[in-house]
């Protein structure tokens, strides 16, 4: 079976600050996709990024950068410079085969002005 | 180009009822997957629809129900209402079948509340 792991419920930074959302985990498939999705108040769920389990290069899109570990099943995500707009929920979620998008439990960031 | 549109975006009901919620995907995509979110269970996938015919299916009870039309648009339906299912049901589209595969565009949801 396959889960998501993040432990982080809440987390609140002060504006300009970094922020380091964690994501793990568990798959017994060698190729699966990992997804991260924001929530804003409104509830629409935002696609951030996928990345396929072959490709473990680093990502960076402007001030969101994601570090994909296999070694150690992680799949974290930094903003940097946080603005009150990056106040949402974020999810991280996983796929393998022909299953259904496996999410986790979310982590609830708030930016403080 | 228009995005994903749900109606309607509330709904109140009584236990017992039943209820039929909407989703209109984007245009040109044709697979429609369903998930119910709560603050107990998380996001929970509930059914994907491609080309009329459901692909996967999550762990609910057979009261929810869903369908696809040939212009892609998908309903669901849940039958025999209970409080555990009030929640926040969201529709994604995605061009081509597989959940996962391709970027799924999100609506805005339908906030269910069962009385």
């Known amino acids: 079976a396959q889960k998501v792991t993040q432990a982080q419920t809440e987390i609140s930074v002060v504006e300009k600050e970094d922020v380091t959302l964690d994501c793990v985990y568990e798959?017994?498939?060698?190729?699966?996709?990992l997804f991260w999705y924001k929530q804003p108040p409104s509830g629409e769920l935002v696609f951030l990024i996928r990345?396929?389990?072959?490709?473990?290069q680093n990502e960076i899109s402007g001030r969101y950068s994601w570090n994909f570990q296999k070694s150690t099943s992680s799949f974290n995500f930094t903003i940097t410079a946080s603005q009150v707009v990056d106040s949402a929920v974020y999810f991280c979620?996983?796929?393998?085969?022909?299953?259904?998008?496996?999410f986790g439990t979310g982590t609830r960031l708030t930016i403080i002005p | 180009k228009a995005g994903v549109t749900q109606t309607p975006r509330y709904l109140i009901k009584t236990r017992g009822q039943q209820v039929t919620l909407s989703c209109s995907p984007i245009?040109?995509?044709?697979?429609v997957s369903w998930y119910q979110q709560t603050p107990g269970q998380g996001l929970q996938f509930l059914f994907e629809y491609f080309s009329e015919t459901q692909r996967n299916k999550g762990n609910f009870p057979g009261r929810f129900s869903g369908r696809q039309f040939s212009n892609s648009r998908s309903e669901m339906n849940v039958s025999t209402l209970e409080l555990g299912d009030s929640a926040l049901y969201l529709c994604?589209?995605?061009?081509?079948?597989?959940?996962?595969?391709?970027?799924?565009?999100f609506g805005p949801g339908t906030r269910l509340t069962v009385l």
């Open positions: 994604a589209s995605s061009p081509d079948a597989g959940t996962g595969y391709n970027e799924q565009f």
């Open positions: 798959t017994r498939d060698t190729t699966y996709y």
């Open positions: 245009s040109g995509h044709r697979s």
């Open positions: 979620a996983l796929i393998f085969g022909n299953e259904k998008l496996t």
């Open positions: 990345r396929n389990s072959f490709d473990e």
